[in-house]
C-alpha cells in the first residue's frame, strides 16, 4: 500500500495559503479548518499550509473518500482536474451544508451508506434532515 498512498502534512483546499487548524482537546481527530469549538470543547489552534490536491496528486483515481470535518467543498474545488475523471467518490457530509449538499445532488447521482454498510437511494430532503451522512457520489 505504501507506492499507492502519500502523506502530505497540508490540508486540501482550493488554493495555496494557511488555514487555523482548530484541534479540539478531547477528540483530536475532529479538527478542522472550518469551525472552531465552543467553550464547551477546549481547543487550540494550529497554523498548517493548504494546498488544492489537483497541484499534488496525479488524476488517475478511481475512488475518493472525503471525511475532513466541514473542508469538503474546499477540497473538491481544488481538485477539479482529478473529478474530471468521474472516480466514485465517498464524502462525509452534515445536514446544514444546504449549498453544498445541493450541489451535490445536481451534479452526482448520490446515495447513501446505511450503518449497516448497505447503500441505499437518498433524496437531499433526507440528506438535509441529518446531523450527518456519508454519501456515494457518481458522476451522471
Known amino acids: 500500500w505504501q507506492d499507492r498512498v502519500s502523506v502530505l502534512s497540508a490540508a486540501a483546499s482550493n488554493k495555496y495559503g494557511t488555514a487555523s487548524l482548530h484541534v479540539p482537546g478531547s477528540n483530536q481527530g475532529s479538527a478542522s479548518i472550518m469551525r472552531t469549538f465552543g467553550d464547551d470543547y477546549p481547543s487550540f489552534a494550529v497554523e498548517v499550509p493548504t494546498i488544492p490536491l489537483d497541484s499534488r496528486l496525479d488524476d488517475d483515481f478511481d475512488f475518493i473518500k472525503f471525511d475532513i470535518e ?5 477540497a473538491m474545488e481544488g481538485m477539479v482536474g482529478i473529478l474530471s475523471n468521474n472516480p466514485l467518490i465517498a464524502i462525509e457530509v452534515v445536514g446544514t ?3 453544498f449538499i445541493n450541489y ?3 451534479f452526482y447521482d ?6 449497516n454498510g448497505d447503500e441505499m437511494v437518498v433524496t437531499r430532503a433526507d440528506i438535509h434532515k441529518k446531523v ?6 457518481r458522476s451522471k
Open 70 to 74: 466541514g473542508a469538503e467543498p474546499l
Open 97 to 99: 451544508q444546504t449549498d
Open 104 to 106: 451535490l445532488f445536481d
Open 110 to 115: 448520490v446515495t447513501e451508506i446505511g450503518t
Open 132 to 137: 450527518w451522512a456519508m454519501l456515494v457520489l
